[in-house]
Nanobody, 126 residues
Framework: QVQLVESGGGLVQPGGSLRLSCAASGGTVNTYTLGWFRQAPGKEREFVATIRRYGGGTYYGDSVKGRFTISRDNAKNTVDLQMKSLKPEDTAVYYC???????????????????WGQGTQVTVSS
């Protein structure tokens, strides 16, 4: 059983930056693929980014490519999401997720992830 706790959300102006962090515990975290998803009001949950176990490969949703960077620290059992050039449409609750045995073609599917954090709100507004 893996527990995930996100932090770092808040209010930021358009064009600004924010860094989210997710602390993982309760399992052999470095054997898990760790990802970030987001959900805006009235919309379906959207894939943001994922990083494979042992840091082997990062993948991003089309809407965040070039602006967001995912990284992990296996010694500290954390996964971060650095967000730059934020837009109002990035406003959402951001969730950290963990899963194992996820094939490459399915990394963007939320059904592949077994554990989820409680989410952290990111609001981009002037």
């Amino acid at each position: 059983q893996v527990q995930l706790v996100e932090s770092g959300g808040g209010l930021v102006q358009p064009g600004g930056s924010l860094r989210l962090s997710c602390a993982a515990s309760g399992g052999t975290v470095n054997t898990y693929t760790l990802g970030w998803f987001r959900q805006a009001p009235g919309k379906e949950r959207e894939f943001v980014a994922t990083i494979r176990r042992y840091g082997g490969g990062t993948y991003y949703g089309d809407s965040v490519k070039g602006r967001f960077t995912i990284s992990r620290d296996n010694a500290k059992n954390t996964v971060d999401l650095q967000m730059k050039s934020l837009k109002p449409e990035d406003t959402a609750v951001y969730y950290c997720a963990a899963g194992r045995g996820i094939i490459l073609s399915s990394v963007s599917s939320d059904r592949q992830y077994d554990y989820w954090g409680q989410g952290t709100q990111v609001t981009v507004s002037s």
